[in-house]
């Protein structure tokens, strides 16, 4: 295993070193008491530290969990890179929901995209025009992801309408730099993309975003309003990283 590259990041920083390996670590500051060491699914290691705890004192307890944060830096760094670019070509796999599909494409004077237990099946007026091929799974991951999104919406909204919150209209689209947004008028904006990953990480993005109709910013209120409804969500948060990337 390859020792970890130092990793530069804005702000207050701090080393972590285990033996020869050396890491360098965003150093931010809480209002609660417990110092924790976050190994993002990028690599990136965050440390969160009491609001008034001294520098050496943050040092020594970071140095005592080095062996730890490098054991999650080389565990992370195992994993399976991002998904190739998709061809759209017999074989290739595709994920849908969490699962991955493969794919098989024939010629077929009807259009569309089925699911057959753990196969895709793009049937297209020419299996090997590719752009024609895409046009169908766009579409195709489109509609399922309008029609399970509002499903998982109505799941876990149950608890914000408790709070107050009328479900929200729901825009599903292609976001190029997020899962999902709240607009001013408290609509929910989800990444159609959203649709490759499995129920439970679709509910977490949905549930990030009804916590914001009470919230706006990511405060300790949200941050306890979220814990509230998804206790697990930070995992989940870690698990749809690592998934889509
Ligand atoms: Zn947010």
Redesign the pocket.
């Known amino acids: 295993m390859s020792g970890a590259s130092p990793m530069m990041a804005d702000g207050e920083q701090i080393e972590v070193g285990w033996g020869e390996r050396r890491v360098i670590a965003r150093l931010e500051r809480t209002h609660r008491r417990v110092l924790r060491i976050d190994v993002q699914p990028s690599g990136k290691v965050v440390v969160i530290a009491p609001a008034g705890e001294a520098r050496s004192d943050i040092q020594d307890r970071v140095n005592r969990k080095g062996s730890w944060v490098f054991r999650e830096i080389d565990r992370i760094s195992a994993r399976p890179v991002s998904t190739p670019e998709r061809r759209f070509i017999s074989g290739e796999t595709h994920l849908l929901l969490g699962r991955q599909y493969r794919l098989s494409i024939e010629e077929s004077n009807d259009p569309q995209v089925r699911v057959e237990g753990a196969r895709l099946r793009i049937l297209a007026r020419r299996a090997d025009d590719q752009a024609h091929c895409r046009r169908l799974m766009t579409a195709f991951y489109a509609i399922t992801a309008k029609s399970v999104f509002a499903e998982r919406l109505e799941a876990v909204a149950p608890p914000f309408i408790r709070k107050g919150l009328k479900i929200p209209v729901l825009i599903v689209r292609p976001m190029s730099k997020r899962w999902?947004?709240?607009t001013p008028k408290g609509r929910i904006v989800l990444n159609v993309d959203l649709v490759r990953a499995g129920p439970s990480l679709i509910d977490y993005v949905i549930c990030?975003?009804l916590a914001?109709s009470f919230h706006p910013d990511?405060g300790e209120e949200?941050r306890g309003l979220f814990d509230m409804v998804m206790s697990d969500w930070q995992s989940r948060k870690a698990q749809l990283e690592a998934l889509l990337r």
């Open positions: 999902g947004s709240l990030h975003e914001h990511h949200w």
